[in-house]
C-alpha cells in the first residue's frame, strides 16, 4: 500500500517532464505521457497484488499540513479505493494511446492530461476532508483548458458550462465541510472525527449538512436535473478528456457521495434518501429515453453516461451493503466501458469522417471501411447494454438486486433503463456501422471509402479496455471481494442503516 501515495507523485511530475519535454518534441512528450501513466496504473497493481481487504481505512501517510486549522495530509486506502486506483490508472494510460495524434502544444496538452490524473489518484487516497477537497478542485481545473484548447463543437461553451457547475457543486461541498467543522469546535476535517462529531448534531443540521454536501458531489456525478453539463461537455471535450470525463471525473462525485456524505450525515441521508432515489431513477430513465433519439452519434454516448451513472446514485440511495457494492463495481465497470465508447466514436469515427451525424454515417459502410473500429463498438455496446460476461451484467444485476430489497418499485423502474438502453444502443450501432435498412437500396453494396487505418496505439489502448470489461464480468468476484470488506466499516454501516454509529 505504500507506492499508492506515489501514483499522485508520478503523476505530477510526469506533468512537469511532458511539458518540458514538448518544448522539444511531440513525440517526447508522448512518450514522458504513457510511461508515467503506466507507472501509475503498475503502482495500483502491485498494490492490489497483496492487498488484504479490511472494514477500515488503512492508514498510509498521516501528517501535519495546516497545524493551525488542524487539517492534516492524510492518505488511506481501502477496497473501494483500490478499486478505483486501478480504474484510474487504466483509463489514463488507455487515454495516452489514444491520444497520440494529439501534435498542437502536445506538452501543454499531456501535462494538463497528466495534473488531471494526479488529482484523481489524490481523491481517491484521501481521509481527510479538507485534503479531499482540494484534489478535488485540482482534478476539475485541467478540464476546462483542455476542452476550450482541444475540444470542438462549442468548445468554450462546453467548458465553461462544465466548469460553472462543477465550481458551482464545490461550492456547497466546502459551505457543509466548514459548517460541519464548525458545527464540531473546528478540531479536525479528518473524516473520521467529523463522523463522531456529526453524532451530536441536531437532525436539522445533520439534514442540511447531508443537502449540501450529497448534492455539491452528486451535481459531478451527473444527477438529474444538474446532469445537462456532461452530454455537452463530453460532446466538446477532445477524445481522451471525453474519456476522463466519463470514465473518471463524473465517479469523483459518486465517490464523495459515498465517501463523504453518507457516513458523515446518516440522519440527513435517511431523510433524503427516497427523494435522491426518485431523481436517479429520473436520470436514468430521462438521459435514455433522450439518447434515444439523438442525431449526434457523441451526445448519445454523453446520454448513455448520465443514464448509467443514474444506477451509481439509485445503487447508493439503496441504502444496503449489496447496492452500495454494485454501485462501486458500476463506477469501474461504467469507467471501462465509457471510455471505450467514446474512443470509438471521438478517434476511431469522427477523427476519420470528421462527422458525428447519424445521417451521414449512415451511407458510409463503416464496417468494411474500419472493420476494427465496428467490432470494438459491437463490444463496447454490448458491455455497455449489460449483456453477461461483461462488467456491466454483474455492476447493474447487483445494484437491481440490492435496490429490490429496499424498494420493489423502485427496481422496476430502473429496469425499464436497461431495455431503454439496449434500445438506443441497437439503434446507434446499426445506423452508424452497417447502414441504411432501406429495402429498396441496391443491393450491390458501395464501395467502401478509405480512411486512415486504426493505428497500433488506438489497437492497443481499445484491447486493454476490451479485455478489463471482459475479465471483470467473467470474475467479479475480483472487485467485489475488496469492495465488500470495505462497506462493512462502522461508518458505512451507520450511513447504510440511517442511524448514527
Known sequence: MNALPWTIYLSFAGAVLALAAGARSAAAARWVALLTAAAGFGATLFCAVGFSPTPSLQTIVNVPWIAELSIRYHLAA????????????????????????????TGEFFALYLALIGGVYGVFLSADAFTLF?????????KYFLIAKWGSTNREYGAMKLVLYSFAGS???LAGLLWAYAAGGGKSFALSDLAAAATHFSRAQQLGMFALVFLGFAVLAGMFPFHTWAP?????????????????????GAYGCLRVALPLFPVGFAFWQPTIAWLAIAGILYAGLVALVQDDFKFVIGYSSVSHMGFVLLGLAAGNAQAAGGAVLQMFSHGIIAGLLFAVVGRMVYDRTHTRKLADLRALPLHRALPFAALTFVLAGLASMGMPGFSGFPAELTILVGVWKTSPLWAAFA???????????????????FGTTDKSAPRRPAPAPRFEPITLPERAGAMVLIAATVYVGLKPGVLL???????????????LKGGAP
Open 415 to 433: 429496469a425499464g433503463g436497461v431495455l431503454i438502453a439496449a434500445a438506443f444502443t441497437l439503434r446507434v450501432m446499426q445506423i452508424s456501422f
Open 232 to 252: 455537452t461537455g463530453h460532446v466538446a471535450a477532445p477524445t481522451a478528456a471525453s474519456m476522463l470525463l466519463a470514465g473518471l471525473v463524473m465517479k469523483l
Open 171 to 173: 461550492a456547497l461541498v
Open 78 to 105: 481501502d477496497g473501494i479505493s483500490l478499486t478505483l486506483l486501478v480504474l484510474t490508472g487504466l483509463a489514463a494510460t488507455a487515454g495516452v494511446l489514444f491520444s497520440w495524434n494529439i501534435e498542437e502544444r
Open 481 to 495: 471481494d475488496w469492495i465488500m470488506p470495505a462497506l462493512q466499516s462502522p461508518l458505512m454501516q451507520a450511513a
Open 134 to 142: 482540494v484534489f478535488y478542485e485540482i482534478a476539475i481545473v485541467p
